[in-house]
């Protein structure tokens, strides 16, 4: 059993910045891929960005490329998600996921409760 416990979020301005992270446990469980997805009101929830368990590669949602960075801290068995030139659209729940094999749009096996993000324009 993986937890994940994510945190960082809340309200930021159009074009500004913010940081999100997501703390895994146990420690033996550092060999997952871990990534992001995203939940906007009223849609469905979406991939933004994985990262295998060694730290590359990595993967985007065309939505995100070049705006966001996806990282991970082997030793504090975290990761990132640092949000440069945040965008109205991206206003969602964001949640962390880890998943022993998949690494993607399709990963999965473990969620945290997702932290919020708003954009002010």
């Known amino acids: 059993q993986v937890q994940l416990v994510e945190s960082g979020g809340g309200l930021v301005q159009a074009g500004g910045s913010l940081r999100l992270s997501c703390a895994a446990s146990?420690?033996?469980?550092?060999?997952?891929?871990m990534g992001w997805f995203r939940q906007a009101p009223g849609k469905e929830r979406e991939f933004v960005a994985a990262?295998?368990?060694?730290?590359?590669?990595?993967s985007y949602a065309d939505s995100v490329k070049g705006r966001f960075t996806i990282s991970r801290d082997q030793a504090a068995n975290t990761i990132y998600l640092q949000m440069n030139s945040v965008k109205p659209e991206d206003r969602a729940v964001y949640y962390c996921?880890?998943?022993?094999?998949?690494?993607?749009?399709?990963?999965?096996?473990?969620w945290g409760q997702g932290t919020q993000v708003t954009v002010s324009s």
């Open positions: 146990p420690r033996t469980r550092s060999f997952y891929n």
């Open positions: 990262i295998s368990w060694s730290g590359a590669p990595t």
């Open positions: 996921a880890a998943d022993p094999a998949r690494i993607g749009a399709r990963m999965g096996d473990y």
